[in-house]
């Protein structure tokens, strides 16, 4: 029972620290040299994340004779 309190209490306390955070753009956040790989450091919080968009490949179907 302890240890369900101390996980929902460190939850909160997250929660609480990304909406802090969401309201910063990276530049203001980003005091902390980019080299510094302390525990410490927030700058992952306010980083957005993007990935490549790539169009869908679309398998062949081995049962025709058509090749393209």
Do not use: M, Q, Y
């Not at 005091?31 to 450091?41: I, P």
């Not at 490549?52 to 025709?64: G, I, N, Q, Y």
């Amino acid at each position: 029972e302890d240890r369900d309190r101390l996980a929902v209490s460190l939850l909160e306390k997250f929660k609480s620290k990304l909406k802090s955070k969401s309201g910063e753009t990276p530049s203001e956040s980003s005091k902390v040299e980019k080299n510094d790989d302390s525990d410490n450091d927030d700058s992952w919080i306010t980083h957005k994340f993007a990935c490549e968009e790539k169009d869908p490949v679309l398998a062949k179907d081995a049962s025709t004779k058509d090749d393209d």
